[in-house]
C-alpha cells in the first residue's frame, strides 16, 4: 500500500494547481484522473477548446463583414474540420504541459477513478481493471463539476448535445436552439451564430446572465440581438423529441399558459453545472453533500479529519481560476502555511464579442445591502483606441463607496474586458480608491484608458473624446 502526504482526487484546475504546490513544498503527492489527459473539463472539454472555436470564429466572420471596410478584400471559406484540428492541437499541446509539470515538481500520476475508502485511505479503479488502495495524510477532492441536465431533454450527443458535443459538431447547423442563457450558452451559441447557424436562445428568467450587472446584461442582449441571436426569455422547455434530422422542442412560457413547439437541426442544452460529488465514496468519512451535491467546507476543510475540497464541488463561483486558487490555497494550508481566497476578488468574464467581465459586486447587490455608492461610466464610442478599430459596442462602470471612495465593483462590457479587468482585480486587492486609478496615467491610446475614464467618473471629472 502507498503512503502519500497528500492524494488529490480530479485532475482539472483545481487538482493541478494542488499537485503542484504540493510538490514545490517538498510534499509526497499523488494526483488520480480518470481521463487519458490532465487539465480536467476546463482543459479538455471547457474553457481552452471553447476559447480555439471562438478565436476562430471571430476570424471568420470579421473576413466576411469587417475587412472589406479596411481595406482587406478577401473571400474567406470555412474550412469546418481544419477549425477543429487546430482546436484539438492547441488543447493537446496545453495537455502535455500540465503531465509536464506533474514530473517537474515529482506528482505521481494515477490514471483511473479514485473514491474515499474510510479514513486517510483512497481507492482507485485503474485503467487495466486492477483496483489498488492508496494511503494518505491528507486527501484533496478536486472532482470539479458536470453539465446540469433537464427533464424531458435527453441529451444523446448527436441531436440534443451539451457544452462538450458543442465543441466537436461535425457539420454547422442550419439552426440551433440554446437552452440557457448564461455564459456556456451564449459563448458557444455565438461561436455557431458565426459560422453560420441561426441562434435562438430559450432562457427561463426574464433576463439573460444572472449574476450580471442588470444594465451590461440588458446593454449586452441589445448587442447579441444586433448580431443575429434571438432570444426567447421568461420560457420554460418541457420536453424535447429528438429525430433523424430535427429536434422539437416544447416551449411554454415560465409565468404559466399555453405551450407551443419550436424545431432546430441542433439543441444546445446549458443550464449550467453541477458538482461531480456522486460516487466518490463521502459516506466513507461522514460527508453529507448539501441538496445540490456541494460539499461544506471551513477553508476548504471537510467535516471529516484530513478530508479537504477545493473547486467546483464546493460553494463559491464555479470557475477554472477560482478552482486553481482554491487548489493553491488548500495546500498552503495543509503545509501549515497561510492560504485564502477572496471569493468577492473573483472576477467572470463572458468570451463572446464584445467580450464582458466583472469583480466586486454589482449595483443590485450593493442596494439590497444598503450600501450608499458613486457609479462611474465611460462608453467604448468616446476611447480613441476603440474608435480607430471599430469596437465602440459597450461602457466601462465602476461603483466606488460613497463615503471612502472605496473601489466596490467594476463592470466592462466591450473589446477585451477580459484583459481589462485585470487591473481592477489588482486595485481591488489593494482596496484602491477610484482616485487612485483615476489619477494614474494609462498609455495613450489604449483601452484601458476606458478603465481611467470610468473611474474619474466616479467623481465627476471624465474626459470625453
Known sequence: MSQYDVVIIGGGPGGYNAAIRAGQLGLKAAIIEMRETLGGTCLNVGCMPSKALLHASELYEAANREFEHLGIEVSPRLNLTQMMAQKDESVSALTKGVDFLMKKNKVERILGKGRLAGPGRVEVDGADGKTVTLEARNIVIATGSEPSGLPGVAVDGERIVDSTGALSLAEVPKTMIVIGAGIIGLELGSVWRRLGAEVTVIEYLDRICPGMDAEVAKTFQRILTK??????????????????????LTVEPAAGGGAETLSADRVLLAIGRRPYTAGLGLETVGIVPDARGFIETDHFRTSAAGVWAVGDVIHGPMLAHKAEED??????????????????????????????????RNEEQLKAEGRAY??????????????????????VKVLADAATDEILGVHILGPQAGELIGE????????????????????????SEAGRQAAMGVEGWTMQA
Request: charged fraction near 20%; proline fraction near 5%.
Open 327 to 360: 487548489g493553491v490555497a488548500c495546500i498552503e494550508l495543509i503545509a501549515g502555511k497561510a492560504g485564502h481566497v477572496d471569493y468577492n476578488l473573483v472576477p467572470s468574464v463572458v468570451y463572446t464579442t464584445p467580450e464582458v467581465a466583472w469583480v466586486g
Open 227 to 248: 448580431q443575429g441571436v434571438n432570444f426567447r426569455l421568461g420560457s420554460k422547455v418541457t420536453g424535447a423529441k429528438a429525430g433523424k434530422s430535427r429536434v422539437e
Open 374 to 395: 458613486k457609479a462611474g461610466k465611460f462608453p467604448f464610442a468616446a476611447n480613441s483606441r476603440a474608435k480607430i478599430n471599430h469596437e465602440t459596442d459597450g461602457f
Open 424 to 447: 481592477y482585480c489588482v486595485a481591488m486587492a489593494f482596496r484602491a480608491a477610484s482616485e487612485d486609478i483615476a489619477r494614474i496615467c494609462h498609455p495613450h491610446p489604449t483601452r
